[in-house]
């Protein structure tokens, strides 16, 4: 008898263990579907409707920033690698004109947002080496990745987090503050460069 009222007393236990189960596991797919939810309903910032790409000075306050002008100052390694069939490395300087970029900007960690140009999973941020009349950022061909098609030096790049919108644009800022100097920011290979200062806040 006591054999048969273990057994008889196990069946109770095992329903309310399945139906326990049973319940966190809608619970859990219901938490997915509230964050999943969330995410496609987020909304973009106010951007203005016209493509390009802006920096978010306050809550209603956006800047349009204007494309880099680089040019080619040299390039390295060409002739020994065309010789040794791509056995050695090479690569270019580029330089932007001037000591400094025209926009400037006062906060660390700033939010940029595009609208129609480049994609998220291609942007990067360079920080550019200032020289006397020109700012200057260094390529080879030995950096080229998937994420880095242009081959910037590694030093150089800052990391970036970003957020897609539902109407295709997207923001990005960079993962940690940035200290003073000129940047470049990247959106890919077939679109333009946009660059800027950060200065000191005071």
Wanted: aromatic share 10%; net charge positive.
């Amino acid at each position: 008898m006591s054999i048969g009222a273990r057994i008889l007393d196990s069946g109770p236990v095992a329903r309310v263990s399945g139906v326990w189960y049973d319940c966190s596991m809608i619970g859990l797919g219901i938490l997915f579907l509230l964050f999943a939810q969330a995410a496609e309903t987020s909304t973009a910032p106010a951007v203005p409707a016209a493509t390009g790409v802006y920096f978010r000075q306050t809550e209603s306050d956006w800047v349009l920033m204007q494309p880099a002008v680089t040019s080619n100052a040299n390039a390295r390694g060409v002739q020994l690698f065309v010789y040794t069939g791509g056995y050695t490395d090479m690569g270019e300087n580029i330089a932007c004109p001037g000591a400094q970029a025209s926009m400037r900007i006062s906060v660390p960690r700033p939010t940029l947002v595009s609208r129609a140009v480049g994609s998220a999973k291609d942007a990067l941020l360079v920080r550019l080496t200032k020289k006397k009349d020109s700012r200057i950022y260094k390529t080879s061909f030995s950096n080229v990745t998937v994420e880095n098609k242009r081959g910037f030096r590694k030093s150089d790049i800052f990391k970036l987090v970003s957020q897609t919108y539902p109407d295709g644009s997207f923001s990005i800022s960079p993962e940690k503050d940035l200290p003073p100097g000129e940047y470049l920011l990247v959106l890919g290979n077939a679109v333009p460069a946009y660059d800027f200062g950060i200065d000191r806040g005071q």
